[in-house]
């Protein structure tokens, strides 16, 4: 079956550069979701969006922004990087309208390092 | 995820089986979840129970949920080596917000 995809799976940056992570979701799934997992924490969420407008906003810093395209795929837009960005990027998607239950499902990550 | 606590270590025996705890706070919570990380990779859906059920059964995994203490756990039988992984619980919000535990780390050993 078709999972989430995300690229790129690894990025390495600098300070105060930009970064764009890019998120698949499954096919038929109208909803995305950004997590942000830095080292030995729990996920946290940062964004959502169903059916291409933004549903939801979680602890992302006003550097971050992001988007979902007509054809559902969503992309977050990282600028004036910093250190403390380091982390591990998750989207995730579902099928939400009209569903009776509303299950995540993730894709591998994009690892991103600030230098 | 201050909302959900979990114990962040567990240590089994390789055949035993292990049971993970969970507390939540947020009783409109319909869904729970228990995701599994391996080292590296990502969140990997094991299972979920719907909010009005006791107990759900999925060949090695058993949920139990009491609701009155929001308790949630998640029992793996006859434990294995590809078990070692975080496991996560996580509640969802009405808005579709997962909030996670801090995750239990669990190493199998022979």
């Known amino acids: 079956a078709a999972g989430v995809i995300q690229s790129p799976r690894h990025l390495i940056k600098e300070k105060r550069e930009t970064a764009t992570l890019k998120c698949y979701p499954i096919?038929?799934?109208?909803?995305v979701y950004w997590y942000q997992q830095g080292p030995g924490q729990d996920p946290q969420f940062l964004i959502s969006?169903?059916?291409?407008?933004?549903?939801d906003k979680g602890s992302i810093p006003d550097r971050f922004s992001a988007q979902q395209f007509s054809d559902y795929h969503s992309e977050l837009n990282m600028s004036s990087l910093e250190l403390g960005d380091s982390a591990l990027y998750f989207c995730?998607?579902?099928?939400?309208?009209?569903?009776?239950?509303?299950?995540?499902?993730f894709g591998p990550g994009t690892r991103l390092l600030v230098l | 995820g201050e909302d959900v606590e979990q114990s962040l270590f567990l240590s089994v025996r390789e055949g035993d089986s292990s049971v993970i705890n969970c507390t939540y706070t947020?009783?409109?919570?319909?869904?729970l979840y228990w995701y599994k990380q391996e080292p590296g990779a990502g969140l990997q859906l094991l299972t979920y129970?719907?909010?009005?059920?006791d107990m759900k059964q999925d060949q090695r995994l058993t949920v139990l949920l009491n609701k009155k203490d929001k308790h949630l756990s998640l029992r793996i039988a006859d434990t294995q080596t590809g078990d070692s992984a975080i496991y996560f619980c996580?509640?969802?919000?009405?808005?579709?917000?997962?909030?996670f535990g801090a995750g239990t780390t669990v190493t199998v050993r022979a």
């Open positions: 995730a998607s579902s099928h939400t309208s009209g569903a009776l239950e509303v299950t995540q499902y």
């Open positions: 096919p038929r799934h109208d909803t």
């Open positions: 947020d009783s409109s919570s319909t869904y």
């Open positions: 996580a509640e969802i919000s009405n808005d579709y917000k997962l909030s």
């Open positions: 969006f169903y059916e291409k407008m933004q549903s």
């Open positions: 129970i719907f909010s009005n059920m």
